[in-house]
């Protein structure tokens, strides 16, 4: 199975904030890398997929890169509604496997 | 729009069984590809199962094989989720999750979740 390395677990930031979450897999996995965001109670919403491509609805402050291992999402400038938990996920091959989660706080 | 509604979730003893449902709506459900992720009280997600749009095609996460079944009836717009022997550590939010149009595992939308506490 592919494993998934998010980094860091929890982050602390202000509203206008650039964030940076990375996520590593334990294998390449060219661009099928996604971007999840969760709030508390709520379902995962899909931000970004393959790597990069930016989700229909989703506000251009989020942005992915990164292909092989290594993989970023960037908030770039924080607002009050981004904060939540995010995940990557890997749809490479079966089975599906998510990192362990970045939770944005304030 | 697109809609997923899961129901069926509840408490069950240790070594039940139970059946959880996806209503699907919004979208030609025939037409694409559909999982089972589930979430443990304070934890990250995990994905347990896949299934092609005609049902041919279907993946298990190690961690559910043999003891749960993934189904679909596409006149009916439904997921399911047949789950036997059920353990303790499959208490979890159970979501079911469309599948991007021709990308299998890029999970586009997401239902509201089902409860399922297994404890005796």
């Known amino acids: 199975d592919i494993q998934m390395t998010q980094s860091p677990s929890s982050l602390s930031a202000s509203v206008r904030d650039r964030v940076t979450i990375t996520c590593r897999a334990s294998?390449?996995?060219?661009?099928?890398l996604n971007w999840y965001q969760q709030k508390p109670g709520k379902a995962p919403k899909l931000l970004i997929y393959a790597a990069s491509s930016l989700q229909s609805g989703v506000p251009s402050r989020f942005s992915g890169s990164g292909s092989g291992t290594d993989f970023t999402l960037t908030i770039s400038s924080l607002q009050p509604e981004d904060f939540a938990t995010y995940y990557c996920q890997q749809s490479y091959s079966s089975p599906l496997t998510f990192g362990g989660g970045t939770k944005v706080e304030i | 729009q697109v809609q997923l509604e899961e129901s069926g979730g509840g408490l069950v003893k240790p070594g039940g069984s139970l059946r959880l449902s996806c209503a699907a709506s919004?979208?030609?459900?025939?037409?694409?590809?559909m999982s089972w992720i589930r979430q443990a009280p304070g934890k990250g997600l995990e994905w347990i199962s896949f299934i092609s749009s005609s049902g041919n095609t279907i993946y298990y996460a190690d961690s559910v094989k043999g003891r749960f079944t993934i189904s679909r009836d596409n006149a009916k717009n439904s997921l399911y989720l047949q789950m036997n022997s059920l353990r303790a550590e499959d208490t979890a939010v159970y979501y079911c999750?469309?599948?991007?149009?021709?990308?299998?595992?890029?999970?586009?939308?997401w239902g509201q979740g089902t409860l399922v506490t297994v404890s005796s």
């Open positions: 919004g979208f030609t459900f025939s037409d694409y590809y």
């Open positions: 999750a469309r599948a991007r149009r021709g990308a299998a595992y890029i999970l586009d939308y």
């Open positions: 294998q390449n996995i060219s661009s099928y």
